[in-house]
């Protein structure tokens, strides 16, 4: 237990994972002032938020950042999650490795709590930076427009008959915005803890951080070529779904998928570090 503890004090307390935060709110904050506090105070938007004239007043599940296809920082956000998540922590494998701290950590547990610490350590960290600026700018979102109900009639919402979790979304949109927070930290912090594995051999944390992103974009542009650019790690994780026909089957066996190799790769290095 104590390495895990460790493991998670390196991760959380470092700097590295606060300018991760940080550089993560930003984008969030910025959705919010030219979002949803601009509609629910600003002079421009008064007719919209009276409802006059038929006008559907703006609601909290059509204006947060998961909620609106409609602005550039929660595009950018989700663009660059991979970089965010992979900032505070997948670097750290090739560091200790590199730099001889991992040969005193195994000889004061084993390779196989090392590792396991060193990845839990990272998936946390990359979930927390993933969910905590959209959990933010949700909060902060609700302070500024109402919970009005999603209304399909009203034709102003990301989320269509075609998207997933639609359904749920209109009859339950808290719940939708729940499991989307979870689906962002499972896929991200799967995929952060699979670069650091991927990544071992590499000692430089900015390559390390950067590469996850660049395979992201690449991955995006040959699955849109296919017409499944929806299915991206960091386009997966978009609650407002900017391409349609994604199926929650394969959502699901993306995210296993992400697992299993995490998994079977977590067991080839721990096999690794045993014969060093």
Same mark, same amino acid.
Request: charged residues 10%.
């Given at each position: 237990? @104590?390495?895990?503890?460790?493991?998670?004090?390196?991760?959380?307390?470092?700097?590295?994972?606060?300018?991760?935060?940080? =550089?993560?709110?930003?984008?969030?904050?910025?959705?919010?002032?030219?979002?949803?506090?601009?509609?629910?105070? @600003?002079?421009?938007?008064?007719?919209?938020?009276?409802?006059?004239?038929?006008?559907?007043?703006?609601?909290?599940?059509?204006?947060?950042?998961?909620?609106?296809?409609?602005?550039?920082?929660?595009?950018?956000?989700?663009?660059?999650?991979?970089?965010?998540?992979?900032?505070?922590?997948?670097?750290?494998?090739?560091?200790? $490795?590199?730099?001889?701290?991992?040969? =005193?950590?195994?000889?004061?547990?084993?390779?196989?709590?090392?590792?396991?610490?060193?990845?839990?350590?990272?998936?946390? &960290?990359?979930?927390?930076? =993933?969910?905590?600026?959209? &959990?933010?700018?949700?909060?902060?979102?609700?302070?500024?427009?109402?919970?009005?109900?999603?209304?399909?009639?009203?034709?102003?919402?990301?989320?269509?008959?075609?998207?997933?979790?639609?359904?749920?979304?209109?009859?339950?949109?808290?719940?939708?915005?729940?499991?989307?927070?979870?689906?962002?930290?499972?896929?991200?912090?799967?995929?952060?803890?699979?670069?650091?594995?991927?990544?071992?051999?590499?000692?430089?944390?900015? $390559?390390? &951080?950067?590469?996850?992103?660049?395979?992201?974009?690449?991955?995006?542009?040959?699955?849109?070529?296919?017409?499944?650019?929806?299915?991206?790690?960091?386009?997966?994780?978009?609650?407002?779904?900017?391409?349609?026909?994604?199926?929650?089957?394969?959502?699901?066996?993306?995210?296993?998928?992400?697992? =299993?190799?995490?998994?079977?790769?977590?067991?080839?290095?721990?096999?690794?570090?045993?014969?060093?």
């Amino acid at each position: 237990m @104590g390495i895990y503890l460790y493991e998670l004090r390196r991760a959380f307390c470092s700097r590295r994972f606060c300018l991760a935060m940080a =550089v993560a709110l930003a984008p969030s904050l910025l959705q919010l002032i030219t979002g949803p506090l601009a509609y629910g105070f @600003g002079e421009i938007w008064a007719r919209w938020r009276s409802g006059l004239y038929g006008v559907t007043p703006p609601s909290l599940y059509g204006t947060w950042m998961g909620g609106t296809l409609g602005s550039v920082f929660s595009e950018l956000f989700y663009v660059l999650a991979p970089l965010f998540c992979c900032l505070p922590y997948a670097w750290s494998l090739g560091s200790d $490795l590199h730099g001889g701290f991992a040969g =005193v950590l195994v000889q004061r547990c084993d390779a196989k709590s090392y590792l396991r610490a060193k990845s839990a350590a990272c998936f946390l &960290a990359a979930a927390a930076v =993933v969910v905590v600026p959209q &959990a933010v700018n949700f909060w902060l979102s609700a302070l500024c427009v109402p919970t009005l109900s999603p209304d399909p009639a009203a034709g102003m919402y990301a989320v269509f008959a075609r998207s997933a979790f639609s359904e749920l979304f209109y009859a339950w949109p808290i719940l939708y915005v729940g499991l989307y927070l979870l689906i962002s930290a499972a896929t991200m912090g799967l995929f952060s803890v699979l670069a650091m594995l991927l990544a071992m051999p590499l000692r430089n944390a900015g $390559l390390v &951080a950067a590469l996850p992103l660049i395979a992201d974009e690449l991955l995006y542009f040959a699955l849109f070529c296919l017409g499944l650019g929806g299915y991206a790690p960091s386009r997966v994780i978009m609650p407002s779904q900017p391409v349609l026909g994604i199926e929650p089957m394969w959502v699901l066996v993306e995210i296993c998928f992400l697992a =299993v190799a995490s998994a079977a790769l977590l067991y080839r290095r721990i096999e690794e570090f045993e014969v060093i």
